[in-house]
Nanobody, 124 residues
Framework: QVQQLEFGGRLVQAGGSLRLSCAAS????????MAWFRQAPGKEREFVAA????????YSENFVQGRFTIAADDDQNMVYLQMNSLKPEDTGIYYC?????????????????WGQGTQVTVSS
C-alpha cells in the first residue's frame, strides 16, 4: 500500500525555522520525483520545491529560494523540506507528493501520490 506521511509542522514565530519530513512507504523515493506543495487559507495549492529522482536537480519557487531547501534520504526513504527565515505568508498546509513519470515537476496534476499534509503556522 502506497502511503506518504508528512510531519513536522507547527506554530513558529516569523524568522524561525522548521524542518518538514515526508516518510514514504509502498514505493522507493529514489525512483521518483518528489515535491512539496502548500495551500494557504483561501488559496489554491501551489508548488514549493522538488527534487529529481537522479538527485542532481532541485527546484524551488522564487518566493522560497534562499530560504527553503528540499533534500532526500534514500536510505531512509524520506524527503525533507528545511524552511528558514519563515514569514507569516508561509502559513499553510504543506503536502508531500511523488510522481513516477518524466513530466514537469512544477505541475500539480502530474503527481500521483500525496500525503495528508502538515500544518505550518507562522506568527508575526
Amino acid at each position: 500500500q502506497v502511503q506518504q506521511l508528512e510531519f513536522g509542522g507547527r506554530l513558529v514565530q516569523a524568522g524561525g525555522s522548521l524542518r518538514l519530513s515526508c516518510a514514504a512507504s509502498g514505493f522507493t523515493v529514489s525512483l521518483v520525483d518528489m515535491a512539496w506543495f502548500r495551500q494557504a487559507p483561501g488559496k489554491e495549492r501551489e508548488f514549493v520545491a522538488a527534487i529529481s529522482r537522479s538527485r542532481d536537480k532541485a527546484y524551488s519557487e522564487n518566493f522560497v529560494q534562499g530560504r527553503f531547501t528540499i533534500a532526500a534520504d534514500d536510505d531512509q526513504n524520506m524527503v525533507y523540506l528545511q524552511m528558514n527565515s519563515l514569514k507569516p505568508e508561509d502559513t499553510g498546509i504543506y503536502y508531500c507528493a511523488a510522481k513516477g513519470d518524466y513530466t514537469s515537476v512544477f505541475t500539480e496534476v502530474n503527481y500521483v501520490y500525496w500525503g495528508q499534509g502538515t500544518q505550518v503556522t507562522v506568527s508575526s
